[in-house]
């Protein structure tokens, strides 16, 4: 394989083309994994301004451009799928019937190994080191919004008769309920990330956006437009308030669900659900093929998708010793994470420590 690896401010504006290029003809290609908005190099470049090792290979055929992999590399040779923890899609973006030899590419790299959490379907040459497969739902809508609502009253009747009811009360109780599908005003997008971090304290869980990169990477990311990616903000208003809103990427036919959250005052009218169905009819309108949730399992998710795709977690690895060490140290960490998100014996005890810890947390604060 012919491989040049670039910095992010290296890659040239041929190669972006050629690379978004690739990602629009994935639908129609068979391959609409590769369409996903962590796929795009928008996403890449930006992951670059405030992570270091961020590199992109470029492979070619002919000369020209046929599959482009980014990712992070440490001094040591450890690769990381770039934004590993926050990126929803990882893998390599090719031409249709491209083959690689992942050893080849890990070399010419400068790769021991590359760690992945979201590896999309279709990557056989990094598949063969996955540990573990999981489900991300995705909601469709490429038939329109009504042939998706149909789908959930037949599948979940009663979720939707609910959830539609909740809306109708929320415009009686609180104001006209009114649904932003892009919002341009940044002072939402800091309510957003307001009440995330809140929601992850109130978990439990580790706030993200207490990582100064997460938020600058989500700032930068809000005011990232080129054609087809966007960065979404989707709010829901109840009166002239926000009650809930959505932080997601876009690209011609993808919307990855990424950072969405609520004003906790409003949890009575499920304001998160009805704030997922309107984004449904707006990417519907906007042409958008299917809304990814995302890896893991939650109850909202199964109530609104039609169906899963597969992603996987692993590492791809040469014979080097940095590779067995670092596996070494990561494998029983994601094993044990694992085994309790997959046993509900396990994982509701654990959830329930976790938000007792962040009630207790909150009120010292």
Same mark, same amino acid.
Request: overall charge positive; charged content about 25%; some cysteine.
């Given at each position: 394989?012919d491989?040049?690896?670039?910095?992010?401010g290296?890659?040239?504006?041929? !190669?972006?083309?050629?690379?978004?290029s690739?990602?629009?003809?994935?639908?129609?290609?068979?391959?609409p994994?590769?369409?996903?908005?962590?796929?795009?190099?928008?996403?890449?470049?930006?992951?670059g301004?405030?992570r270091? $090792?961020?590199?992109?290979?470029v492979?070619?055929?002919?000369?020209?451009p046929?599959?482009f992999?980014?990712?992070?590399?440490?001094?040591? $040779?450890?690769?990381?799928?770039?934004?590993?923890?926050v990126?929803d899609?990882?893998?390599?973006?090719?031409?249709?019937g491209?083959a690689? !030899?992942?050893?080849?590419?890990?070399?010419?790299?400068g790769?021991a190994?590359?760690?992945?959490?979201?590896?999309?379907?279709?990557?056989?040459?990094?598949?063969?080191?996955a540990?573990?497969?999981?489900?991300s739902?995705?909601?469709?809508v490429?038939q329109?919004?009504?042939?998706y609502?149909?789908?959930?009253?037949?599948?979940?009747?009663?979720?939707?008769?609910?959830t539609?009811?909740?809306?109708?009360?929320?415009g009686?109780?609180?104001?006209e309920?009114?649904?932003?599908?892009?919002?341009?005003?940044?002072a939402?997008?800091?309510?957003?990330?307001?009440?995330?971090?809140?929601?992850?304290r109130?978990?439990?869980?580790?706030d993200r956006?207490?990582h100064?990169?997460?938020?600058?990477?989500?700032?930068?990311?809000?005011?990232?437009?080129?054609d087809?990616?966007?960065?979404?903000?989707?709010?829901?208003y109840? $009166?002239?308030?926000?009650i809930?809103?959505?932080?997601?990427?876009?690209?011609?036919?993808?919307?990855?669900?990424?950072f969405?959250?609520?004003d906790?005052?409003?949890s009575?009218?499920?304001?998160?659900?009805?704030?997922?169905?309107?984004?449904?009819?707006?990417?519907?309108? !906007?042409?958008?093929?299917?809304?990814?949730? $995302?890896?893991?399992?939650?109850?909202?998710?199964?109530?609104?998708?039609?169906?899963?795709?597969?992603?996987?977690e692993?590492w791809?690895?040469?014979?080097?010793p940095?590779?067995?060490?670092?596996?070494?140290?990561?494998?029983?960490?994601?094993?044990?994470?694992?085994t309790?998100?997959?046993?509900?014996?396990?994982?509701?005890?654990? !959830?329930r420590?976790?938000?007792?810890?962040?009630?207790?947390?909150?009120?010292?604060?």
């Amino acid at each position: 394989m012919d491989i040049s690896v670039y910095r992010p401010g290296e890659l040239s504006a041929a !190669d972006r083309a050629a690379w978004t290029s690739s990602q629009s003809k994935a639908h129609l290609q068979g391959s609409p994994e590769l369409a996903n908005p962590f796929l795009s190099p928008e996403f890449a470049l930006a992951v670059g301004r405030y992570r270091r $090792g961020v590199r992109i290979a470029v492979v070619r055929e002919g000369g020209e451009p046929a599959a482009f992999f980014p990712f992070q590399r440490s001094v040591t $040779g450890v690769g990381r799928a770039v934004g590993l923890g926050v990126s929803d899609a990882q893998g390599l973006v090719h031409r249709p019937g491209f083959a690689w !030899d992942a050893q080849e590419l890990l070399r010419a790299c400068g790769l021991a190994v590359w760690e992945f959490d979201h590896l999309v379907e279709g990557q056989e040459a990094f598949a063969v080191g996955a540990t573990g497969s999981f489900a991300s739902p995705v909601m469709d809508v490429d038939q329109g919004y009504e042939a998706y609502l149909a789908h959930l009253r037949s599948h979940a009747p009663k979720f939707t008769r609910t959830t539609l009811a909740k809306e109708r009360r929320l415009g009686r109780d609180a104001g006209e309920v009114r649904y932003v599908h892009d919002e341009r005003d940044p002072a939402a997008l800091r309510t957003l990330m307001g009440w995330k971090s809140a929601q992850y304290r109130r978990t439990g869980r580790s706030d993200r956006f207490a990582h100064e990169w997460i938020t600058h990477l989500v700032e930068r990311l809000f005011h990232t437009r080129s054609d087809p990616f966007a960065g979404i903000l989707s709010v829901l208003y109840a $009166g002239d308030k926000p009650i809930a809103a959505h932080f997601g990427l876009r690209t011609e036919r993808v919307l990855a669900c990424w950072f969405p959250a609520y004003d906790p005052a409003f949890s009575k009218y499920s304001p998160g659900l009805v704030l997922h169905l309107r984004m449904a009819e707006a990417a519907a309108a !906007d042409g958008i093929a299917y809304l990814d949730l $995302g890896r893991g399992h939650k109850e909202y998710k199964d109530s609104l998708k039609t169906r899963e795709i597969t992603v996987s977690e692993g590492w791809v690895t040469r014979r080097h010793p940095v590779a067995l060490g670092h596996r070494a140290r990561r494998a029983p960490v994601r094993a044990l994470r694992n085994t309790v998100q997959s046993r509900p014996e396990l994982f509701e005890p654990a !959830d329930r420590i976790l938000k007792r810890m962040g009630r207790i947390r909150s009120r010292s604060q």
